[in-house]
């Protein structure tokens, strides 16, 4: 099931990406154990004027992320972002990069294989009042409030935010457009998967796509990963 930890095989990403997505994460407090030290000075640039918290957090999920480029055989250049501040890959290569306090990870794979991936992490704690209804469709609403009430510990409505931002980074650089939090509805199996179904609104005919992936939750957090 999405609950269940994943310790014992790498971690909580390891688990949810598929077979040779290559996946690093970093369970760290980067307010006080972080550094921006490794940066290209180009990366360095973009961050230069962030709070040293986000200045962490950039250079940290870049760190994972060239890592995970020489573990694909490829050279740790550096990554810049591109449109929407998403990271700007090497050619052949797709991936994402999240991060949450206490968690940051990266998972890349070929573009061979893959034509996009999406990672995103939460707090495995509620949304804030009103947000939900700005984000979920009524029948979304509908199997959240079964699933919240067989299983109070799982955080119901932060995972379907958390489902969505990893789906939008894996839609992203395919049509470079943004569905919005209603231009996806989720449907979750009955156990750790997950399809959305985007519609294409850059197409005057709204085409519709699926997106699959998979979900946990553990350490207090809500991991997920999508691709398409």
Same mark, same amino acid.
């Given at each position: 099931?999405?609950?269940?930890?994943?310790?014992?095989?790498?971690?909580?990403?390891?688990?949810?990406?598929?077979?040779?997505?290559?996946?690093?994460?970093?369970? @760290?407090?980067?307010?006080?154990?972080?550094?921006?030290?490794? *940066?290209?000075?180009?990366?360095?640039?973009?961050?230069?004027?962030?709070?040293?918290?986000?200045?962490?957090?950039?250079?940290?999920?870049?760190?994972?992320?060239?890592?995970?480029?020489?573990?694909?055989?490829?050279?740790?250049?550096?990554?810049?972002?591109?449109?929407?501040?998403?990271?700007?890959?090497?050619?052949?290569?797709?991936?994402?990069?999240?991060?949450?306090?206490?968690?940051?990870?990266?998972?890349?794979?070929?573009?061979?294989?893959?034509?996009?991936?999406?990672?995103? @992490?939460?707090?495995?704690?509620? *949304?804030?009042?009103?947000?939900?209804?700005?984000?979920?469709?009524?029948?979304?609403?509908?199997? *959240?409030?079964?699933?919240?009430?067989?299983?109070?510990?799982?955080?119901?409505?932060?995972?379907?935010?958390?489902?969505?931002?990893?789906?939008?980074?894996?839609?992203?650089?395919?049509?470079?457009?943004?569905?919005?939090?209603?231009?996806?509805?989720?449907?979750?199996?009955?156990?750790?998967?997950?399809?959305?179904?985007?519609?294409?609104?850059?197409? @005057?005919?709204?085409?519709?796509?699926?997106?699959?992936?998979?979900?946990?939750?553990?350490?207090? *957090?809500?991991?997920?990963?999508?691709?398409?």
């Amino acid at each position: 099931m999405g609950t269940r930890g994943r310790d014992g095989d790498g971690g909580l990403l390891a688990g949810l990406v598929p077979a040779g997505v290559v996946a690093r994460e970093l369970v @760290a407090d980067l307010r006080r154990d972080g550094d921006d030290s490794g *940066l290209s000075a180009e990366e360095a640039a973009v961050v230069a004027a962030a709070v040293p918290r986000r200045r962490h957090q950039f250079a940290a999920g870049r760190r994972l992320a060239r890592e995970a480029l020489v573990d694909l055989g490829r050279a740790p250049v550096p990554i810049l972002p591109g449109p929407r501040g998403a990271p700007t890959w090497p050619v052949g290569i797709v991936g994402s990069v999240t991060h949450c306090d206490g968690y940051v990870a990266a998972a890349l794979g070929e573009a061979s294989r893959w034509r996009a991936l999406g990672i995103d @992490a939460e707090p495995a704690t509620s *949304l804030p009042p009103n947000v939900l209804e700005r984000i979920a469709s009524a029948t979304e609403r509908t199997w *959240l409030g079964e699933r919240s009430t067989a299983r109070p510990e799982v955080a119901w409505d932060r995972l379907l935010f958390c489902v969505k931002e990893a789906v939008f980074k894996a839609w992203f650089p395919v049509h470079g457009t943004s569905p919005g939090f209603r231009g996806a509805e989720v449907r979750l199996d009955d156990g750790d998967g997950f399809v959305a179904i985007v519609t294409d609104r850059s197409r @005057a005919s709204g085409d519709q796509v699926e997106v699959a992936g998979r979900w946990v939750q553990g350490r207090g *957090l809500l991991v997920c990963a999508a691709w398409s």
